[in-house]
């Protein structure tokens, strides 16, 4: 990958950085070779500030970090698209993106962080515990008879039912991803290999 950082006088080349799984925008920022070089050595994405006139890491001091997927340069040369996995908020002001934008995913990456707290610690007697202490074989048949009712609903114009089966069977579904020691981490990878 050649960039051309001549274009600039400062040296330095804009830097979208996308999400490696919704594909939203998040933010804009400024790289040099140094930068990139550190983004690819260390895995979290590195800018140059330039008012600060130094490199900087994103989520150096919120957690927030970027973790670096992958790296491309447009037709000219002149400008990066860096895609990356955040983790938490990527704008200073709160929000997922620097644009305002909301994106869904941190949710369920939420919810998949309190299923394997409840799959380690089962004292809790929350119903999620209770699951994996029924065994694979329950949870399961649990996605089976949520799969099946989703369908049921389907076929009807209740939006409200439909949308409540679909939370249904996507939770359960994570429940049984955890048991068998995965995530739906591991399933957006596989959808990610056959999207390529």
């Not at 704008?91 to 994106?103: A, I, L, S």
């Not at 809790?124 to 202490?133: H, R």
Request: net charge negative; hydrophobic share 35%.
């Amino acid at each position: 990958m050649i960039i051309d950082y001549s274009k600039y006088t400062d040296g330095l080349v804009p830097a979208i950085v996308q999400d490696a799984t919704t594909l939203r925008v998040l933010m804009l920022g400024f790289v040099n070779e140094e930068s990139l070089r550190i983004t690819k050595e260390t895995g979290h994405v590195t800018f140059f500030s330039r008012s600060r006139n130094q490199l900087w890491t994103k989520g150096e001091t919120s957690g927030n970090f970027l973790k670096y997927v992958s790296m491309m340069v447009d037709c000219d040369a002149d400008t990066v698209l860096i895609k990356a996995r955040p983790i938490g908020p990527v704008c200073h002001t709160g929000q997922d993106t620097c644009f305002n934008e909301r994106n869904e995913l941190p949710f369920l990456q939420k919810l998949s962080d309190t299923i394997q707290n409840r799959y380690e610690d089962r004292s809790g007697g929350s119903y999620t515990s209770g699951l994996f202490e029924k065994g694979i074989n329950a949870m399961a048949q649990k996605v089976g008879e949520e799969a099946v009712e989703l369908v049921i609903e389907a076929k009807d114009n209740d939006e409200n039912r439909f949308l409540n089966e679909a939370a249904d069977l996507l939770f359960h579904y994570m429940v049984l991803l955890r048991g068998k020691g995965y995530s739906i981490n591991d399933v957006i990878s596989v959808l990610e290999t056959r999207h390529k």
